[in-house]
Nanobody, 120 residues
Framework: QVQLVESGGGSVQAGGSLRLSCAAS????????MGWYRQAPGKEREGVAH????????YYADSVKGRFTISQDNAKNTLYLEMNSLKPEDTAMYYC?????????????WGQGTQVTVSS
């Protein structure tokens, strides 16, 4: 079992920055893949950023590319999402996820979420 606890959400004005953290209950080096998702009211859940632990490969949704940075500190067993140049459309509940190898990255562990609100 992997437990994930997010923190760092809050309210900021457009153009501001936030850093989300996701503390894992296991060694993050041993987790095949980790990522951040978000879901705004009335919208589908969207994958924001992903990282593959052993290779350090990252992937970003087009909507956040160049503004968000995903990183992983294996010494602290923590995943981060640095968010800059925030826009009102970034307002959502943000979730951390951890996945296993199933021929692809299969996310099967989720945190409880942290709210990000960006005002114009």
């Amino acid at each position: 079992q992997v437990q994930l606890v997010e923190s760092g959400g809050g309210s900021v004005q457009a153009g501001g920055s936030l850093r989300l953290s996701c503390a894992a209950s296991v060694y993050t080096y041993n987790i095949y893949c980790m990522g951040w998702y978000r879901q705004a009211p009335g919208k589908e859940r969207e994958g924001v950023a992903h990282t593959w632990s052993r290779t350090g490969t990252t992937y970003y949704a087009d909507s956040v590319k160049g503004r968000f940075t995903i990183s992983q500190d294996n010494a602290k067993n923590t995943l981060y999402l640095e968010m800059n140049s925030l826009k009102p459309e970034d307002t959502a509940m943000y979730y951390c996820a951890a996945g296993i190898w199933a021929g692809y990255c299969a996310y099967n562990y989720w945190g409880q979420g942290t709210q990000v609100t960006v005002s114009s």
